[in-house]
């Protein structure tokens, strides 16, 4: 015994197991509720996952599961606006929400003293923001969303670009033909009677899952989970059928022009859904394409012929099929179409040879210490138990998720790769736009205001 | 003499000529009788209007507390079965407080100091090599030396190539990055946990083998100089890099790490060698946290002792520092700006749909005293959601996404900054509502409830701004190139507890005046018409790198 502890004593610390260790517990109304403690910080987190994003808006409503979102902080019956955060943030913690295509996620951080504050006002903003639902708090988050859309895509360089693989990789009609944040015309369009009618078949306990991570007891988490949202009533839920698997039957070329100094080329592919056959192995790809400067395409773009700045690849991992994008900004005095060659030709090289063993290993390793990474906020945990169980139905299935990553091989690689990259795309370039002549014309002053 | 006679007199006969027009004259007694009258009855008249204007506000917020009450009955009868639960907001129990790790020290024989934070089954470790080389020891026209230096280190070292370097910390699963801020030049290294020895022999190259390779270093300049170019048209860096430039000039902190296309372009691979050779383990420290133990740390990184004495470390303050860089610590030095800096900035970008506002002026050292005051006062002015300036710019009046503050405190007097994106329409509204809020943050003691939660809000961000380890080790880097001591961050939540309304007021009338801030807008001078009502001076028109134009 002593001697087997020695051993372990002198050999390097191993890496700890990755791994979450949540339990949990499904209420009558069908809300999942998963805790797990963690002494180490006086602190805790709550992560509330809907089930509801913008693949789920009406036509001509684009952006509207994100601005309800907004309307989620605008006060409900016995946590009126602007409570929510002022008592939060009195008392130390902290909140935030984001949108995606498949999911509305909220949380909240601070110390463990506020965990029965947490579910007091999530409860009651699941419960009864309705009943204290007005035109004035729509009207007020409308001009607030409208403004992050300017802020986060029309005034920052190339920002228009990425609304394009939004909307332009999934065909009309598909619910990832449109961008997340909407347009301001649907965004004007919304009205109180469509925030009450989302509210009322989307914000239900069954179509909700909630983790807790921190420094709490389960058994008190879940005795709290029982007294504040057993009461919700379930509902029936609209189906949802997921649409057939796509690729686009012919490539797609786009040219913008925006407010840059240098030109952009942009591709995008529809890619395999999340959790999936091939969704890991498109990760792995877009590692060994272009993170870090080891990748081939920073090494070939960006090092070698530097004929770009930066260049990324990523995807945008969605439940009814992903998006695989690959863009670079065009150094001083080149071309978009130098751009594109080069991704081509190394697209080409990728397509006939395949990945080394070495990229693959290499690969692995990083994205096990993506994994430990997101292990060591409160909030991210939270986040991954919920994730998890809505992918799953298993809160601690993070080996399970890691497992897709670790079985890959150079094979399964380039089948993948095969069958996203040698697909047709949509190819976008950006241009810099004519500047506007030095002579100004007058902005008049218009109210922003509200009240 | 006269002319103040004269100008009574004048006013007298202006006076008389006035009520001539509209009353017959009168004798004197009557004149006085009568204005005694008419004060009084004016006096009445103005009693009897606030009175009315009383009640009137009085049954209006009657009226509405009424209708509030009446809508909350509806809302409460509306309740459904068991949502009683939520009639009672919880309490929240008193909570022991948390307490941020001091370093253990131990310095190696060249002098160098290794400081350790060890945490048990911490799933991530951090390696950092932090030397106090940062932008603000950038010579004179060659601002972006120390960020683009540290980026050389990246670029080959013992033997191996930028690429060869990357593939082996990839391998590893690592990151590593060395990054220049304005006090420091950092590298950093951190992995999943058992590879410390390789970590510590890869950081070991990158910070005492650089290469410094020429055919690396053109092409590393030339990168640097597209991406500053790429950056001109991002109104948020620009209106940055005209606020720094405006208030420190040619001091060392009128220049972002990054430096702009001139002077970057000024930079050649001698300077980075020798700015380089400037590093001394008197100004340097490696800092590690995870689960590793002291001596794991110690063995791991023991060719550092190999670090000898720098060539030309700087051990006075360096050159081209301001009066105000550092040597008047708390003392309010940067109080009233500096004579001839701009009150007034404006970089054009035609056509934008938002204007970028800064507001902001050079504020104390790390080092000052009333660092967590300020802190606290900052929460409440822009570092929370329900802050003053999120609350008027975006939930009142929805001019913008977000308004925010803060102070970027280092060794020397770095800025307060108030910022924020707003549409262009209503640009001249926004600004107004930012100055009058600051101005009111620092004129106005804060209520008691705003200090609680300056002060709540603040030791949580301590938890959670440690969190990570890469955070808890730069965060320690922070306080080594600031020169405050090690403990420093523990002693905040103690110096909360006894932090008062009146001292919080006091330390930003010494640190801020609101009068004298300077003012950047980086959007669409068709603007300028919106600012009238606001009397700025004229604007200086400066490039999106900072250059006056």
Known sequence: MLASLLLIAAAAAPAPALSLHGEKITLDNGLVVIAAQDKSVPGVSMDLWYRVGSRDEEPGRTGFAHLFEHLMFMGAVHVPYPQFDTIMEAAGGNNNASTNCDRTNYWEVGPSNLLETFFWMESDRMATLDRAMTDDKLKAQRLIVQNERRQSYENRPYGMADLAFEEQVYPKGHPYSWSTIGSHADLEAATLPDVLKFFRTWYVPNNAVLAVVGDVD????????????????????????????????????????????????????????????????????????????????????????????EVRAFQLNQEYGSVFVIDAVAAPGHHAQELRHAIDDEVKKLLAKGVTRAELDSTKSRLQSDFARRLEPLQSRAELLAQYEVVYGDPNSLEKDLARYTSATPASVLATAKSILGSPKLSVEVLPEVKPEAKPTEVKPQSGGVK | MNARWMAAALAFSMACATTEQKKPELNPLEQEQLEEKQKAEAFAAEAKKKAEAQAKEREEAAAAAAKAAAEKAAMLKAMIAGEDVLLTRPTIAPLSGFEAPVPAEVKLKNGLRVLVIERAGAPIESLVFVTKLGSTRDPAGKGGLSSITAAMLEAGSAKKSQTQIAQLADSMGATLRALATTDGLEALVSAQPGKLNEMGALLADVAMKPNFDPGEWKKAKAQRLAQLTDEMAEPRVAAVNAAMAALYGDAPLGHTPQGTPKTVGAIELADVKSFWAQVDPSEAVIIAVGSATQAQVLKAVARFEGIAKGKGAATAAPAGAGKDAGDKAGQGASQAPADGRPRFVFVDFPGRPQSVLWVGQPSVPSSSPDQVALRAMNVVLGGSFTSRLNQNLREKNGYSYGAFSNFAFGKGPGAFQAASSVKTQVTGAALGEMLKEIAHAVNDPLSNDELDKGKAMLAYGLVEQLERADQTALAFAGLFTAEVPMDTLRKIVPQLKTLTVAEVNAAAKRSLAPDAMTIVIAGDPGVMGQLDALKLPAPQKRDATGAKQ
Request: glycine share 2%; net charge positive.
């Open chain 1, 218 to 309: 389960p058994q008190a988490v879940f005795a709290m989970a029982k007294k504040y949202f057993a009461f919700i009533p379930k509902k029936e839920l609209p189906k949802k059928e997921a649409p057939a698997p796509y690729k686009m039957p012919e490539d797609k070329k786009l040219t913008l022009t925006d407010k840059v100094e240098n030109e952009k080329a942009l591709y995008a592919w529809p890619s395999p859904a999340a959790f999936k056959p091939g969704d890991a192995e498109a990760d792995i790809l877009q590692s060994i394409l272009a993170r870090g400067k080891a990748s081939r395409l920073y090494e070939r773009l960006v090092h070698h012929d530097q004929i770009a700045t």
